[in-house]
């Protein structure tokens, strides 16, 4: 079945332009329909930068969208000033996004495809957001989702996300841990056929805490949650981040849970940077990106790689 997939400019700023189109470029014939939500004013002028081939008809209101064609959801005009971050930037990455969810809702797309924002531009819009995956799991008002992140070589997922460092044993708990573990199971199950799926638990402290010399977060929270979990039989841990890395035990896993950030991405980035996808699990709206950033250095030079947007394209198609 043909999918239709929004895909968000993200910060016009940064690249997010610029790997859309050529991606919707690359992907235009193989059954997919695509809506681009951007101003009419920076989709010219990268339509002439990329010298474009595939038509993107213009429509300003989703009752105008029918199946089977490609469309730019036009998206107020706005100024361009290539990477800089700014106010006007990011209120156009949050329309986008604003855009994309009303269009889900109306059933109007499968799935959307996010490019890269800028937590301080949206700031600067007076947006308090630190990321997509709020955005998205608050439209919803949805508090049982998780980051995850899909490669042909590591699909992993975190316990905690945008917060710092210092707060990550504060916010850990067994029920987040199990939501996190629940949502990593059904994408095994539901998306790559598993029956049986394993899934590795990372601890949080060196050594798995050392019997909690370390730090007791894995005698207080991590074990009790694997052995009480519904999912019980298919986890297995808490094991020591570096040694679980350094001697490539993740290839013996269907999926691995880790609880924060870099924790996860700096080893997922190592492996996967290029072809890695950022996937919200556990919302109604299907929601993947490329698993980078804005690039704001190599803005407006034609030379960004799409690749992890192809990529997160072909996983929106996938999962939805």
Known sequence: MKKTIAITCGDINGIGPEISLKAIQKLSNQHINFIFICPSNVYEYYKKLLNLTVNLIPVYDINDIDTNRNYLFVLPETKMDFGKITKESGLISFLAIEASIKLFKNKKINAVVTS????????????????????????????????????????????????????????????????????????????????????????????????????????????????????????????????????????????????????????????????????????????????????????NKNIASPTSMIEAIKVACKFS
């Open 116 to 299: 890269p924002i800028s937590k301080e531009a949206i700031k600067l819009a007076g947006f308090d957001f630190p990321g997509h995956t709020e955005i998205y799991s608050n439209s919803e008002n949805n508090n049982n989702y998780t980051m995850t992140f899909i490669s042909h070589k590591l699909k992993a997922a975190l316990t905690t996300i945008h917060i710092p460092l210092k707060d990550v044993p504060k916010r850990l708990s067994r029920e987040q841990l199990e939501i996190t573990i629940q949502n990593a199971y059904n994408i095994c199950v539901k998306y790559y056929k598993r029956l049986k799926p394993k899934l590795a638990i990372l601890s949080l402290n060196p050594h798995a805490g050392e019997q909690g010399i370390l730090g007791t977060e894995e005698i207080e929270i991590i074990i009790p949650t694997i052995n009480n979990s519904q999912y019980k039989d298919s986890l297995y841990g808490p094991f020591p981040a570096d040694a679980f890395f350094g001697n490539k035990l993740y290839k013996n896993f269907d999926f691995i849970i880790g609880h924060y950030h870099d924790q996860v991405l700096i080893p997922f980035k190592l492996l996967s940077f290029e072809k890695g996808v950022n996937f919200t699990a556990g919302l109604n709206i299907i929601r993947t990106s490329p698993d980078h950033g804005t690039a704001f250095d190599i803005s």
